[in-house]
């Protein structure tokens, strides 16, 4: 059985910072693109980056780029998004999300893409 947790989410001031992490079990987590997505109330799920098999190529949306970073450690079948300098529109449910690819530096930017999902956390920044 796939399972996607995560985990890091909470409530910061704007300008502050989070580590979301995203523990895979029951998978060859090597053989997966991650990804992060989120869902504001009453907005659609947006991407926020992915990061291919190897950990050597990510992609972020616009609205996090140079505030995020993704890392991965499939020692530990785990991912990492630093968040940095958080905004109030930042604050929505965070997603976890698992890919199979082929390809060691393939992205995936698309959500009908990912075969596995996390429950999500939540992440609340203040203004």
């Known amino acids: 059985q796939v399972q996607l947790v995560e985990s890091g989410g909470g409530l910061v001031q704007a300008g502050g910072s989070l580590r979301l992490s995203c523990a895979a079990s029951?998978?060859?987590?090597?053989?997966?693109?991650m990804g992060w997505f989120r869902q504001a109330p009453g907005k659609e799920r947006e991407f926020v980056s992915t990061?291919?098999?190897?950990?050597?190529?990510?992609s972020y949306a616009d609205s996090v780029k140079g505030r995020s970073a993704l890392s991965r450690d499939n020692a530990k079948n785990t991912v990492y998004l630093q968040m940095n300098n958080l905004k109030p529109e930042d604050t929505a449910v965070y997603f976890c999300?698992?890919?199979?690819?082929?390809?060691?530096?393939?992205?995936?930017?698309?959500?009908?893409?990912?075969?596995?999902w996390g429950q999500g956390t939540q992440v609340t920044v203040s203004s």
């Open positions: 029951g998978l060859t987590f090597h053989s997966y693109i």
């Open positions: 999300a698992a890919a199979l690819a082929p390809g060691w530096s393939t992205l995936q930017t698309m959500s009908r893409a990912y075969d596995y």
């Open positions: 990061i291919s098999r190897s950990g050597g190529a990510t």
